[in-house]
């Protein structure tokens, strides 16, 4: 364990590997909050879940998934500002709304309540969770967390920890059209979708990313 905490940085590991690091830093008397980013299609959410679960098997009820995509803006705003066609993008966020939820998460000492986006209902639903005072290592996912572009660079100094998921960039394509064919789009309507919308939103994640602490083949 001590091996894998002095590793360089961009260093590669593996899922189990990571739940050792982020065990090893972490303390009870401070937040611990790693940023888990990546492209769409990378699988952050599904990464992120499993280093919640084998973390919580360690060291009960420690650790806690939080999503950047709580603060999706609503479609009624979107449709406004005719950028429906590019929800996802980083202009469809509310990144200073969430800039603030993570200050408030670093500073602890209290249940925060946090919202989380509706992929079935395609919305954020406000109130939707609750971050526990003594839940003391955050897993924050989201495609944003590491672009060095404004306003999202200022998340850097929040993240004490942060991981980089790595998908060949032909997966992440085949990944996103079956997302759209998941939601009933025919083939020819999702390959449109993850072409015309994903593909670019994930090009700039690859492009644009800060260096990672981390990388983790997925």
């Known amino acids: 364990m001590a091996g894998l905490i002095t590793l360089d940085r961009g260093q590669e590991v593996t899922v189990d590997e990571l739940v050792a690091v982020i065990l090893a830093r972490a303390t009870d008397s401070k937040r611990l909050v790693v940023a888990i980013a990546g492209p769409p299609g990378a699988g952050k959410s599904t990464v992120a879940a499993s280093l919640c679960s084998a973390i919580n098997e360690r060291d009960p009820a420690a650790a806690v998934v939080v999503?950047?995509?709580?603060?999706?803006?609503d479609n009624a705003i979107l449709d406004a500002r005719d950028m429906r066609k590019r929800k996802g993008s980083p202009p469809t966020?509310?990144?200073?709304g969430f800039e603030v939820m993570l200050k408030r998460l670093r500073a602890g000492g209290e249940d925060i309540v946090i919202p989380?986006?509706?992929?079935?209902?395609?919305?954020?639903?406000?109130?939707?969770?609750?971050?526990?005072?003594d839940q003391h290592i955050l897993l924050v996912e989201g495609n944003y967390l590491l672009l060095d572009q404004s306003p999202w660079n200022r998340l850097e100094p929040l993240f004490d920890l942060t991981v980089f998921l790595d998908v060949d960039r032909l997966e992440l394509e085949n990944r996103l059209v079956q997302r759209w064919l998941g939601f009933g789009y025919n083939v020819g309507s999702a390959q449109i979708r993850a072409l015309s919308n994903d593909m670019p939103n994930a090009d700039l994640v690859l492009e644009h990313s800060r260096?990672?602490?981390?990388i983790v083949k997925n």
Not at 117 to 125: H, M, Q, V
């Open 211 to 214: 260096p990672a602490d981390f």
């Open 67 to 73: 999503p950047m995509d709580g603060f999706h803006l």
């Open 116 to 133: 989380l986006f509706d992929r079935k209902l395609d919305l954020a639903r406000a109130g939707a969770d609750i971050v526990k005072a």
């Open 93 to 96: 966020f509310d990144c200073e």
